[in-house]
């Protein structure tokens, strides 16, 4: 609620000129870091790249980090886990340092392994245990891929119907939205039924912000747990995953970590579940205790936090990706994001609202005020012709059936200029003559 107040509070400050674009850009404390990442190009120049939400642009930092691991491998081969001044096997605990923050975790609870789909399958085999009547799944409509058919083939894997095990919660009426109160009411609902709520913590499509928190605890007082697919939220949103009680988290690096394409995801297991022996698991070498893993015992003893799920060694490659990233979100600090975020949110959110209310406009914003970077902008007519010239004009944003265009400026290295640019485009393409809704 404060945060939406202030962003009520930015908007109505805000003035519908190029120049307070400019003006905004000038007030930003954290513009300079816009240079630490590389623009696709068309015709040399850079194009307005509002694609976060699906992979987020490379640090320039990326390539020499990735340099620094080959020339250590050159140099001393399986050594490189151990010695030299940047030992491989330090890397996990220097990166959940610096994502701690960002997830609003204790650096135990977090596991730096794998990708989003894998690991939501190792959360489920410990955090889904159908009982009697409470075997239910609950999730949101139209959740993202992974998901579903993590979800799906699972509970095929223990001989189970996803159709009777499966709460879907849709929205209601003409809204494309699922709102927190239509969760609750489903978990209110089901509550003899339900083992496992697994929502995604923000909505792919609409980019609705689930309040997880409030799901989190409605879960609880029915005796279920609950997860969160964090791919759309990390990096993107203030989490407080320890404070708000949730039981595990899964996450990709790849869109507003920007720590590359097919990069080492992540996952968040509270700290209260650590030391729990009756939970199911699967089971790897490098999840062993730490300082006994070299000694090769048959019997797998876990590390006693997070990193207990842990299976194999992990992609040095991909944690130096991770870890170029992590460090300018470091310097250029969380806090300072997030208010840029804040901010820009409301900027974008004050020019729709003006492409909105055009009568010819045909357009709808998905998106509500609970969201992140992102906003999904429903076409009822013509949406991939509008689609195809934005792209024509230089602006990178994605296209999902039906008529949904989805845009996500990220405050470490979009500006308020390009905000205001992208409007005058769409509202150029709306409005012109050859437009035909």
Request: net charge negative.
């Amino acid at each position: 609620m404060e945060e939406e107040l202030e962003l009520f509070d930015y908007m109505a400050t805000f003035e519908l000129t190029k120049e307070y674009a400019l003006q905004l850009d000038q007030e930003d404390l954290i513009a300079s870091f816009r240079n630490r990442f590389l623009f696709p190009q068309k015709q040399g120049n850079p194009k307005t790249y509002f694609l976060g939400n699906s992979l987020g642009l490379q640090p320039v930092s990326a390539r020499l980090a990735m340099a620094k691991v080959l020339q250590q491998w050159a140099d001393n081969g399986v050594e490189s886990f151990f010695h030299g001044n940047d030992p491989w096997l330090n890397f996990h605990g220097l990166l959940v340092k610096k994502l701690s923050e960002i997830a609003g975790a204790k650096s135990t609870e977090l596991s730096i392994m794998n990708q989003l789909s894998v690991n939501i399958h190792l959360m489920l085999v410990s955090f889904y245990n159908p009982v009697g009547k409470r075997k239910k799944i609950l999730i949101e409509s139209k959740a993202f891929p992974s998901d579903q058919y993590a979800v799906d083939s699972f509970i095929k894997l223990l001989g189970l119907d996803p159709q009777d095990i499966l709460i879907e919660v849709k929205p209601i009426g003409e809204n494309q939205v699922v709102q927190d109160e239509d969760v609750v009411a489903a978990i209110q609902q089901h509550a003899d039924e339900i083992a496992l709520v697994f929502i995604g913590g923000i909505n792919y499509y609409t980019g609705h912000v689930f309040d997880m928190k409030l799901i989190s605890d409605e879960a609880h007082k029915i005796g279920a747990l609950v997860g969160f697919d964090l791919a759309h939220a990390i990096g993107n949103i203030e989490l407080n995953l320890h404070d708000w009680g949730v039981d595990f988290a899964c996450w990709c690096s790849y869109k507003y970590l920007n720590a590359g394409p097919g990069a080492v995801g992540s996952v968040f297991v509270h700290e209260r579940h650590h030391l729990d022996t009756s939970l199911k698991r699967l089971t790897g070498w490098w999840g062993y205790k730490k300082e006994d893993r070299f000694l090769m015992e048959d019997t797998f003893v876990p590390e006693p936090d997070a990193t207990g799920w842990q299976l194999s060694t992990p992609s040095i490659f991909l944690y130096a990706c991770l870890k170029a990233s992590l460090s300018i979100f470091e310097e250029a600090g969380w806090k300072n994001i997030l208010a840029k975020q804040n901010k820009m949110k409301g900027w974008l959110k004050f020019l729709i609202d003006d492409i909105t209310s055009l009568e010819e406009a045909h357009i709808k914003c998905l998106t509500p005020d609970s969201r992140g970077c992102q906003v999904s902008l429903f076409f009822q007519d013509n949406g991939k012709l509008v689609y195809d010239q934005l792209t024509e004009a230089g602006f990178m944003v994605d296209w999902r059936e039906p008529g949904v265009i989805r845009l996500a400026p990220v405050p470490l290295y979009n500006t308020y200029e390009e905000v205001w640019s992208f409007y005058e485009a769409l509202k150029s393409i709306l409005t012109s003559s050859s437009f035909k809704p």
